[in-house]
């Protein structure tokens, strides 16, 4: 698209709004084709991967209602390009302080991908590759003659589209949900938990008072013992040296924390500028090439400067690069909450499943857990389909795993739109009961999903890349931090009090009483 309209300039190329164009158009292309091709890929060709087939078998029903549902998806995908165009790629040109003749570029591009849209569409209709009997002659924008029926035909079309994206929009916040339902969870994997939890505990508190994270107002000790992060880093790696879990548990505290007060600080009052402001200075608290760290003023700066430091003190430059990256995602992440959050939109449910691994700070996790693994396992095993198949299927059970859990903190204590129960509900339109039905149901498949890629495609993997024996020992010892991960992760949601109705119920969920931080606004230097 690029050769044929204009180039995207290399400042936006890699950002989040020109990605999104990128994956709606590409999402959307794609599951038209499905559409338009079951017959002839599933009844005649005997196909198993198209995206009808594969809602047929996930929510059991029939062809048609699997057609209505993926037409549905193929919608929100447009609507989520749509909407990224007019609000966030105007937002990011500003941003980077693009030229107007890239302004020009990037708005050429876009269009570009709406002609190939509607081009692609017509071609659909049109072509007896699908679908010989009902291949159109002419043009299906022609209007039917006869009085009435272009008002009423087009009047139904746009009456449908604006009731769709209106939706988007319509959840009132602070509903009264009760506690939290908890499904029996798939997990094939046993726990184990580290020796020293007890002292990562009292390290952790004094860490978090050296630092700053309970005098700002938004944790106390109270909540630090009700979140029990140590016990969540004992579960995720069992093995580890008491520095190590250490590190590990304070790095899950500045994680939380930042989760927490990202909304708490800045959401509510819809101040998106200090929080850009906040990103990009805890960007600066990472340097990787021994350039200038900002000069800590808050909380989060002083425990990301301390934990950058003793993580990264005997990495290479480009390991510093690849976990400053994972870091950058998951606080850019948070802006983009803030965003949905002063629009007052429930997002796109793929939209939302992409950025949930960001949100959950996913990126931050691996670079941790391959680190660890050294330079026995080439990068190029990592990039491969595979290994990038079983990562995202333990980030997403796990992702999927918190918002089942905190489904009553978020919807009814904090008026949070960011939780995939409530996304099912607004996309599907169903209830609580029915929605939990849903997310519970990928939670399993992504576990199967895990255990299908360890059995069946990881054993082809190491003979197609003739990994020696010390690379396939390291590749099941980072499978094994991944199963040690997902246990860990069950056990700590089930055991903390963070979730837990009694507990919800005792405390507010705003700033400690008389004790609102106040939002430091340095130079961005």
């Known amino acids: 698209m690029e050769y044929a309209t204009a180039e995207v300039p290399a400042a936006v190329a890699g950002t989040r709004p020109l990605r999104v164009l990128m994956e709606t158009f590409s999402d959307a292309v794609h599951l038209r084709n499905d559409l338009f091709s079951y017959q002839r890929e599933v009844e005649d060709e005997g196909e198993n991967s198209n995206g009808v087939l594969v809602l047929e078998h996930f929510f059991g029903c029939t062809t048609q209602e699997a057609a209505e549902t993926v037409n549905d998806v193929l919608t929100s995908r447009l609507h989520q390009f749509e909407h990224t165009a007019l609000t966030e790629v105007p937002a990011v040109a500003l941003e980077k302080g693009l030229a107007p003749g890239e302004v020009a570029a990037v708005a050429a591009y876009a269009?570009?991908?709406?002609?190939?849209?509607?081009?692609?569409?017509?071609?659909?209709?049109?072509?007896s590759r699908y679908m010989n009997a009902g291949a159109r002659s002419a043009s299906p924008w022609q209007v039917p003659s006869g009085p009435g029926t272009s008002a009423a035909d087009v009047g139904a079309l746009l009456?449908?589209?604006?009731?769709?994206?209106?939706?988007a929009h319509a959840h009132v916040p602070f509903q009264k949900v009760g506690p939290s339902r908890l499904p029996d969870f798939h997990m094939p994997y046993e726990l184990a938990l580290s020796?020293?939890?007890?002292?990562?505990?009292?390290?952790?508190?004094?860490?978090?008072?050296?630092?700053?994270?309970?005098?700002?107002?938004?944790?106390?000790?109270?909540?630090?013992?009700?979140?029990?992060?140590?016990?969540?880093?004992?579960?995720?790696?069992?093995?580890?040296?008491?520095?190590?879990?250490?590190?590990?548990?304070?790095?899950?505290?500045?994680?939380t924390y930042g989760d927490d007060y990202y909304?708490?600080?800045?959401?509510?009052?819809?101040?998106?500028?200090?929080?850009?402001?906040?990103?990009?200075?805890?960007?600066?608290?990472?340097?990787v090439d021994g350039e200038p760290a900002v000069v800590p003023v808050s909380a989060m700066e002083?425990?990301?400067?301390?934990?950058?430091?003793?993580?990264?003190?005997?990495?290479?430059p480009g390991q510093r690069r690849t976990l400053k990256a994972a870091v950058d995602t998951m606080t850019e992440s948070w802006v983009w909450e803030l965003s949905n959050q002063a629009l007052h939109r429930v997002p796109d449910p793929v939209d939302y499943l992409e950025m949930r691994r960001s949100t959950f700070g996913s990126d931050l996790t691996l670079s941790m857990c391959r680190v660890g693994h050294g330079p026995a396992i080439p990068p190029e095993v990592y990039r491969s389909g595979p290994v990038r198949s079983l990562e995202n299927a333990a980030i997403d059970y796990?992702?999927?795993?918190?918002?089942?859990?905190?489904?009553?903190?978020?919807?009814?204590?904090?008026?949070?739109i960011h939780n995939a129960v409530l996304v099912v509900q607004n996309f599907f339109g169903v209830d609580y009961p029915a929605a939990l039905g849903v997310v519970h149901d990928l939670t399993t498949q992504r576990m199967r999903q895990f255990e299908h890629v360890v059995a069946h495609?990881?054993?082809?993997?190491?003979?197609?890349?003739?990994?020696?024996?010390?690379?396939?020992?390291?590749?099941?010892?980072?499978?094994?931090?991944?199963?040690?991960?997902?246990?860990?992760?069950?056990?700590?949601h089930r055991e903390v009090d963070r979730y837990k109705a009694e507990w919800l119920g005792s405390r507010a969920h705003g700033f400690l009483p008389g004790r609102a931080p106040g939002v430091p606004v340095p130079s961005p230097g």
């Open 263 to 287: 909304p708490l600080v800045y959401g509510h009052r819809r101040d998106l500028a200090a929080a850009r402001l906040t990103t990009a200075r805890l960007s600066a608290c990472m340097p």
């Open 111 to 127: 269009k570009g991908l709406q002609d190939w849209q509607s081009g692609g569409h017509e071609w659909h209709l049109r072509s």
């Open 195 to 255: 020796p020293h939890l007890d002292s990562a505990r009292h390290n952790l508190v004094t860490w978090s008072h050296r630092t700053g994270i309970l005098g700002e107002g938004v944790w106390d000790e109270d909540k630090l013992a009700a979140y029990d992060l140590a016990l969540c880093s004992a579960g995720l790696d069992p093995d580890a040296t008491p520095e190590a879990l250490d590190l590990s548990a304070q790095w899950l505290a500045w994680g």
């Open 302 to 316: 002083r425990g990301l400067t301390d934990l950058w430091a003793r993580t990264t003190a005997e990495m290479t």
């Open 457 to 492: 495609e990881l054993p082809v993997l190491y003979e197609d890349f003739q990994l020696s024996g010390e690379a396939r020992a390291a590749m099941d010892g980072y499978v094994l931090d991944l199963q040690n991960w997902m246990a860990g992760i069950l056990h700590w």
């Open 159 to 167: 009456a449908a589209a604006a009731a769709e994206r209106l939706r």
């Open 398 to 416: 796990a992702c999927l795993l918190n918002d089942i859990f905190s489904y009553q903190k978020e919807i009814e204590y904090e008026g949070e």
